[in-house]
């Protein structure tokens, strides 16, 4: 059953799928152990030092917060980790693949917030994807941390992409939790979120890894168990190609195509 009461007491030190599914957010705290997060903190504090060094990093200016410079082996395969792989198994069982993985900062040239969307109208595939969250530092509201209405997965698929106009909804409850390096904020990707500014001195830098079962041909990788699909959605396994190539005609080549004639 579809409902307005939803729980918003969403973090334990352990995965509640139940609330999980009813809000569409959990917070496991203290998932990722001390000592991998030192690693992964002092790979990021070298790596990313370097790169100011060098000039800064490149700048996504179709999403701001997406870090594009090629990442360090240990982080551009954190997805292969024990962590994750226990992840999938608590949230879908034994076939899981990877839809994508990647980096978000909030640093001085991405501080700004982040409107109000849900993360499925960007994908391909079906919507039974999940977003996990790993923070590589301890972060709270200045650090413009993600803040969750739980419940909002519940609408799906909105029927276009942009800044979401709470106003014409239910007014679903907000919740800002402050999040600790070693967390894993667990996230349906049809929920509504949102972030603020980073009025911090420290850079806002995490995970975004989204998962799904292996039936879904938009997959790139097998996680883990076995692959339930034996055709795939035509891409690089890198996830560089772009989706209008998928059509002869579509809203995104209209929107290129007006952009390209002003």
């Known amino acids: 059953m579809k409902t307005i009461n939803v729980p918003l007491n969403v973090e334990d030190i352990s995965f509640n799928k139940k609330i999980y599914d009813k809000s569409g957010v959990f917070i496991i705290k203290n998932f990722i152990d001390e000592i991998k997060i030192k690693e992964l903190q002092n790979i990021w504090l070298t790596y990313y030092n370097e790169i100011l060094k060098n000039g800064g990093r490149q700048v996504d200016t179709a999403n701001f917060v997406n870090f594009k410079n090629e990442l360090p082996f240990e982080m551009i395969n954190f997805w292969k980790s024990k962590y994750v792989k226990e992840l999938c198994n608590l949230i879908y069982g ?6 994508h993985s990647r980096v978000l900062i909030k640093d001085k040239q991405s501080e700004n917030k982040v409107f109000l969307h849900q993360d499925y109208c960007y994908h391909l595939g079906f919507p039974n ?3 996990l969250f790993i923070p590589l530092f ?3 509201e200045k650090h413009g941390v993600l803040s969750f209405y739980p419940g909002t997965h519940q609408y799906g698929f909105l029927g276009d992409a942009g800044e979401i106009d709470k106003s014409k909804f239910h007014q679903w409850k907000k919740i800002t939790p402050n999040i600790n390096a070693g967390d894993v904020i667990v996230m349906n990707s049809c929920l509504w979120h949102e972030s603020g500014i980073n009025n911090s001195d420290i850079d806002r ?3 975004d890894i989204i998962i799904q079962p292996s039936d879904d041909p938009s997959g790139t990788q ?3 168990g076995e ?3 034996d055709f795939w959605i035509g891409r690089k396994e890198d996830h560089t190609f772009q989706i209008d190539s998928l ?3 579509s809203r995104i080549k209209k929107i290129k195509n007006y952009e390209n004639n002003k």
């Open 94 to 99: 034994d076939n899981v693949a990877l839809y």
């Open 247 to 249: 059509f002869i005609n």
């Open 138 to 140: 301890d972060y709270t």
């Open 129 to 131: 994807k999940t977003n």
């Open 205 to 207: 830098v995490m995970f």
């Open 227 to 229: 692959w339930d699909t």
């Open 222 to 224: 097998l996680i883990c």
